[in-house]
């Protein structure tokens, strides 16, 4: 498989993934779908992104809610050359620490809204530095 085959495949899978946790028939992210696709918990994700547990069920459209959950699909996107299946990925996020980043996880980043400085890290590995 060339390597824009192989890319296209992923690009694929992803957005199958993307559409898999949309909130029917909105433009948002589910948050549980979201959760049950991490394996965590809803009251977890709540507690982690700082809002009540109960706004992810009664106010899925939360600001805070949606900018973490797009913010970690932008992660998963950047880390499609890195890593392989969506599932690899989303373990990766949540327990792989990064020694550049002082061995936090890419999901310990995203949450103090760092998102961008990890995409920025996963594409100079795939440019070939070593962060």
């Known amino acids: 498989m060339t390597t824009t ?6 690009g694929r899978l992803f957005d199958r ?3 898999s946790i949309r909130d029917e028939g909105t433009s948002l992210v589910s948050p549980k779908k979201f959760a049950d696709a ?3 918990p809803i009251e977890d994700l709540a507690a982690e992104v700082r809002v009540h547990r109960n706004t992810v069920n009664s106010h899925p459209e939360s600001p805070r809610i949606q900018r ?3 913010e970690a699909l932008k992660v998963l996107s950047a880390s499609n050359e890195t890593q392989g299946d969506i599932g690899k990925k989303m373990y ?3 327990n792989y620490p990064i020694p550049a980043f002082g061995h936090k996880t890419a999901w310990d ?7 961008d400085a ?3 890290y996963l594409e100079s590995i795939a440019d070939g530095f070593a962060g």
């Open 118 to 120: 990890v995409v920025a």
């Open 92 to 94: 990766w996020m949540r």
């Open 17 to 19: 993934f993307v559409e």
């Open 5 to 10: 085959a192989h890319h296209a495949d992923h």
């Open 68 to 70: 973490f959950m797009r």
């Open 109 to 115: 980043l995203t949450l103090e809204g760092r998102a």
């Open 38 to 40: 991490f394996h965590i």
